[in-house]
């Protein structure tokens, strides 16, 4: 019997418009992670968009959650860069708007998860991705976001539990888990034409 998910209350949060024509893994999942779970039937409130719309839904969501409003938790895709360089223009003129409404969320007992998704900034080869002036900026910002993750984070997602070891006092997380990219299935293979061992390649 298939499970009813119509009554599930969740909030989706991702530092940025959805878009439905992305390019890349970091846009085109938050939009297959938001489209799946409208899919299962769930009622999602979408905090996404730039800081000034993020600003005003989470204000919103706030007076409803005050006022008594449940939901069951916060779902968050995070980005390639930290928080406070979501915008376009890439200043950090924003850095506590997010922090401060999922450690709320958090605070009223709506567990918060997220979703990771790269841990480039610990390992060396960052250096040769980014000039020293660039990290400056960049490094100081991942680790204040960290620092927030530490403190309102229920479940931390990661595309595979080995990338834990590449971040700091990941044994502080009681909850970590594996959420590996799935793939949609376009056509149809006829096995019929093939024998013997199937071999795939996978990029």
């Known amino acids: 019997m298939a499970r009813d998910y119509s009554q ?3 909030i989706y ?32 409130v979408e905090v996404t968009g730039d800081a000034k719309v993020r600003s005003a839904i989470m204000h919103t969501i706030r007076e409803r959650i005050l006022k008594g409003e449940h939901f069951d938790f916060v779902y968050s895709e995070n980005l390639t860069v930290p928080f406070a360089m979501s915008e376009s223009h890439r200043l950090p003129l924003h850095p ?23 841990a480039y900034w610990r390992d060396k080869s960052y250096r040769e991705m980014l000039p020293w002036w660039g990290r400056i900026i960049t490094v100081p910002l991942y680790w ?22 590449k971040l700091p006092w990941i044994e502080q997380f009681n909850h970590i888990r ?22 795939l390649f996978y990029v």
């Open 178 to 199: 594996g959420l590996p990219p799935g793939a949609e299935i376009t056509g149809t293979i006829d096995y019929s034409q093939h024998s013997g061992t199937l071999k």
């Open 144 to 165: 204040y976001d960290w620092w927030w993750h530490l403190r309102y984070l229920h479940t931390l997602y990661l595309p595979s539990e080995a990338m834990g070891m």
């Open 8 to 10: 599930l209350r969740i």
């Open 13 to 44: 949060h991702h530092p940025r418009p959805i878009t439905d024509t992305g390019l890349s893994g970091s846009q085109v999942r938050p939009y297959k992670m938001l489209n799946a779970f409208k899919d299962l039937g769930a009622d999602v």
């Open 96 to 118: 506590l708007v997010d922090h401060r409404f999922l450690a709320f969320c958090h605070k009223s007992g709506i567990q918060v998860s997220m979703f990771y998704r790269d």
